[in-house]
Every structure is written in C-alpha cells, then in structure tokens.
C-alpha cells in the first residue's frame, strides 16, 4: 500500500440543520483513483467544497500529506496542489480553448476565476509561460488540435476535458473531479475513462465523483459509498458491487 495523500478524518457539514456531511472519514493514497459515489444529495459535492475550502467545516479535518486544509483559503488549497473540476461547466464562451485553460494555471479556486481571466492577458513573458503551460494540458486531455478554436459551441464531451485540461494547466498533485462524465454518451464517456487513467499515470491522484457505475467501475482503484452524509461502504468495485447496502441505497437503480 502506499502513502496516504489526503487524509479525512470525521468530516462534518451542517446546513441549517441538514446534516449534508456526518462524521465522514477516509483516505486516498498516492497514484490511487479512487471513487466518491453515492445517491443525489448523498454529500459528495460538499464534500469536495469542505476539501478545496470553498465552504467551511463545522468539524473534521483532511490532510494532504501534512498539511491540514481546513481552515485555509480556497488559493492557499489550489497552491498546495489541490484541483477540482466542476459539476456544473463553466468555461468562458467568448474565449478560446488555449484561454480557458490559461485560466487554469493562474486559477486559485471559483470564485476567482473571473480575476485570474482578466490578470492574465496582456501579462507579456508571463502570459507566454501560461500558455506553455496551458498548451501542456491541452495535450494531456487530449485536446491539443482544439486550442484555436472558441469555447462556444463546443459539445459537451469537450467542454467536460477543457475544464479537466483547466484544472491540469494548475499542476495538481490531487485532482478532485465532480460527475465528468455528465451528460456524456457511452463513447464520450469511455474516452474519459481513457484520460482519467492517463492523468493518474502521469503522476496525478484522482477522486472521482460520479453517477455513471460503468466509468466507476472501471478505473476506480477503490470506492466509497455515502448516503444521506454518511459512510455506507467502501472497497474494491467488486466488493462493493455486491454490498447488500449498497444495492438498497440504489435500489431500482442499475449498477453493474
Ligand atoms: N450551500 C448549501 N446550502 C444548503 N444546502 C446545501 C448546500 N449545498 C448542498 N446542500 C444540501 O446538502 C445535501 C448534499 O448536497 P450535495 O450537493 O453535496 O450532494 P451530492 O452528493 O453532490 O448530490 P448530486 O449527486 O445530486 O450532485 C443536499 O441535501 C443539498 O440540498
Ligand atoms: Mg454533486
């Protein structure tokens, strides 16, 4: 087994009295794919915004290697070698390819996406080197031959790998990826699965987080199960697969 890279341990989130995060804890070793899945509203996303510091814990902590995130500001995170890719996309229509992913390498958490866009252009020899760096990432999501073209109009299977090459133009250590494979085909998705392996192979971790069971099963390492904010089970895909829980958490739903 190797090195932990993050280390959760007794996670907890309260919104106004829903518990959306209870007492969570688990681990994701170094070069590991690791899965996140559970129901919708199960508490993955929070989860991801407790880590990247975008909402604060009420209780808990993560540890990457050993550094305590908590508390922290989201830039700080991002610095430490954290990445994350969104639920939702969020590229910036009106740029091209190469420029959304430039964002990336000066990006320091969401809700400085829009600052880090407008700091970046015109940077003379600094600009060059994000664009170095965003070329970089380009090529490792597979997507070098797009970088002239605009974000608009981009199906969505390339949309979900420009902020995947994003979220690589910042260098992570740990990339957090929430749902990449959403509103993806079968084609689409197995491509993913495709660089997500080659991501972690190039020396990137990987926290998955997603609804599609065949992508899950496929290149996770190692699954947990969260429902209604809590840990339901957790293990190789084959063993969680068959978990009598797991299958009741599902129920009606297909996971093989
Ligand atoms: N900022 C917030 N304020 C209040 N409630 C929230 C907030 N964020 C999430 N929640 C609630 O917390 C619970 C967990 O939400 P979360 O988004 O983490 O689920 P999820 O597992 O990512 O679900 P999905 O698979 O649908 O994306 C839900 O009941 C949700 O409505
Ligand atoms: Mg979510």
């Known amino acids: 087994m190797s090195e932990v890279l993050l280390d959760v341990d007794g996670l907890c989130k309260d919104f106004g009295g829903l518990e959306a995060v209870k007492n ?19 508490g993955k996303t929070t989860i991801f915004n407790l880590i990247t510091g975008v909402l604060p814990a009420d209780a808990g902590s993560a540890v990457l ?13 991002a610095a430490l070698g954290v990445g994350r890719t969104f639920q939702t996309s969020l590229l910036f229509d009106q740029m091209t390819v190469l420029e959304n992913v430039m964002v990336g390498h000066h990006l ?7 600052t880090a866009a407008l ?3 015109g940077a003379g020899a600094e600009e ?6 965003a070329m970089q990432a380009l090529d490792r999501a597979g997507l070098a031959h797009l970088a002239g073209r605009s974000a608009a109009g981009l199906p969505i ?18 990339l957090l990826m929430d749902e990449p494979a959403a509103g993806l085909n079968m084609r689409e998705t197995e491509h993913v699965g495709e660089i997500i392996h080659s991501i972690r192979d190039g020396g990137v971790t990987v926290l998955l987080v997603e609804h599609d069971m065949s992508l899950v099963m496929n ?14 089970a957790e293990g190789r895909p084959d063993e969680v697969r068959n978990d ?10 297909d996971i093989d």
């Open 128 to 133: 060059r080197e994000y664009r170095e760096a």
């Open 219 to 232: 290149i996770s390492g190692e699954i947990l199960v969260l429902d209604g904010g809590q840990r339901l």
């Open 119 to 121: 700091r970046i252009f």
């Open 24 to 42: 969570v804890s688990f681990q994701v070793r170094h070069g590991q794919i690791k899965a996140l899945i559970g129901p919708n509203g199960a």
């Open 108 to 114: 320091r958490g969401r809700s400085t996406m829009l």
């Open 244 to 253: 009598e829980r797991v299958l009741a958490a599902y129920l009606g739903e």
């Open 65 to 77: 290697g050993d550094t305590q995130l908590l508390g922290l500001p989201t830039h700080r995170i």
């Open 157 to 174: 299977g390339q949309r979900r790998l420009v902020e995947v090459a994003r979220a690589l133009a910042a260098e992570p250590r740990l």
